[in-house]
């Protein structure tokens, strides 16, 4: 686990900004009959005219710039020609890198008019996502966010994703330590100043269970049931932390 120091903090918060940036940006473009590659599209173009690269697209051979996952895909969405509808809910991940360095956020999205319970989950995700955010200090430990996320989801009846977990980030997209969103307090590494993370609640508004698709990477709630993800990249401060996927 690296503990980054205050330029490396400096350029993460660089490839952040535009990362929250592009994020307004496709925001605009959100509307029933848009297909999900041109959202892909929007992003792309806009990470390039900064000077920063999409890093999301080749990881592992994944094909688009952006992570764009609709109503019951949980995570690793391919863009493609599925136009999303009114009533839909559409979840924005990816990661821009600039100077060498990560950042990773992901938002979820309404698409015109959504049902009192999606809007509800979606309300929520975002509340467990700083739920988490907020016991984040030195001298706490990882665990101490992951139940933080669970106890919230719990309280307000949604489930957590277990097979996917946040982590850590700089100059590699996913770095040590993993962060679940679920389990025991007080258990798991010592949080230190100058640690990045990715915190990343995935809840479902009815049961946990995912499977895999057979393009081997999108993943759907097994009950077909919605599904909601946000994401911000953090660094642990001296008495708490600091959003470095923000203004």
């Known amino acids: 686990m690296d503990i980054k120091s205050e330029r490396e903090i400096h350029l993460m918060k660089e490839a952040g ?5 592009a994020h307004k940006e496709v925001e605009k473009y959100i509307r029933p009959g848009v297909k999900t590659k041109e959202l892909d599209k929007k992003i792309h173009d806009f990470i390039i005219s ?7 697209l ?8 952006a992570c764009i996952c609709v109503n019951d895909e949980v995570v690793h969405g391919i863009p493609g020609n599925r136009k999303l509808k009114n009533g839909d809910i559409v979840k924005i991940d990816f990661t821009v890198r600039k100077n060498g360095y990560e950042s990773d956020m992901t938002r979820t999205y309404f698409v015109g008019e959504v049902s009192t319970e999606v809007k509800q989950l979606v309300e929520d995700t975002e509340k467990a996502l700083y739920e988490g955010l907020s016991v984040i200090k030195p001298g706490k430990r990882i665990g101490d966010i992951s139940h933080a996320i669970e106890e919230y989801a719990h309280q307000h009846g949604l489930s957590v994703v277990e097979e996917l977990v946040g982590h850590g980030i700089g100059t590699h997209m996913h770095e040590d ?10 258990k798991g590494p010592i949080l230190k100043k100058g640690m990045t993370l990715a915190i990343e609640p995935m809840l479902n508004l009815g049961k946990k269970d995912v499977v895999l698709l057979d393009n081997d990477w999108t993943v759907v709630t097994e009950d077909k049931s919605p599904s909601c993800h946000f994401e911000h990249t953090i660094v642990v401060t001296e008495d708490g932390y600091e959003i470095l996927t923000g203004e």
């Open 17 to 21: 900004h535009i990362n929250y940036l």
């Open 50 to 56: 900064h000077g920063a690269t999409p890093s999301c």
């Open 58 to 65: 080749g990881y592992e051979g994944f094909p688009g710039s």
């Open 177 to 186: 330590p993993e962060v679940p969103n679920y389990g025991p307090a007080g």
